[in-house]
């Protein structure tokens, strides 16, 4: 369950707004119905804002958008196309929380065979 818990993490309660963690039952739940891979496609996208809040001298950000063959900023476009996101500028976009987090919610929603 401490897996679990760390791979989904907390919930905000939609009545008080509070954050708690989720019941063992809820953690089940999450478990055998979603994806792993949406799960870590979330994941990756979160971070990526995350990062993109940090500034361009910081050495994660630099590591973000590299210039490596493959880089992590090819698989987050990747993720934002497969939500119709992947024209947009996606650092600019990281700046407005509200809609970037719309957006990591699109991205956990989203249906993978």
Not at 8 to 33: A, P
Not at 46 to 57: F, I, N, P, S
Not at 67 to 81: F, T, V
């Given at each position: 369950m401490r897996v679990l818990r760390?791979?989904?993490?907390?919930?905000?309660?939609?009545?008080?707004?509070?954050?708690?963690?989720?019941?063992?039952?809820?953690?089940?739940?999450?478990?055998?119905?979603?994806?792993?891979?949406?799960?870590?496609?979330?994941?990756?996208?979160?971070?990526?804002?995350?990062?993109?809040?940090?500034?361009?001298?910081?050495?994660?950000?630099?590591?973000?958008?590299?210039?490596?063959?493959?880089?992590?900023?090819?698989?987050?476009?990747?993720?934002?196309?497969?939500?119709?996101?992947?024209?947009?500028?996606?650092?600019?976009?990281?700046?407005?929380?509200?809609?970037?987090?719309?957006?990591?919610?699109?991205?956990?929603?989203?249906?993978?065979?």
């Amino acid at each position: 369950m401490r897996v679990l818990r760390r791979i989904f993490g907390s919930r905000r309660d939609e009545v008080t707004r509070e954050w708690r963690t989720l019941h063992n039952k809820e953690l089940n739940d999450l478990y055998f119905t979603s994806s792993m891979v949406r799960v870590m496609k979330s994941r990756r996208v979160k971070w990526a804002g995350h990062v993109a809040h940090m500034g361009e001298r910081r050495g994660v950000y630099r590591v973000l958008v590299g210039k490596r063959p493959l880089r992590w900023e090819d698989n987050i476009k990747m993720d934002l196309q497969e939500v119709e996101c992947g024209d947009i500028y996606w650092i600019q976009l990281a700046q407005d929380r509200d809609r970037w987090q719309a957006l990591v919610n699109a991205v956990m929603n989203l249906q993978v065979p």
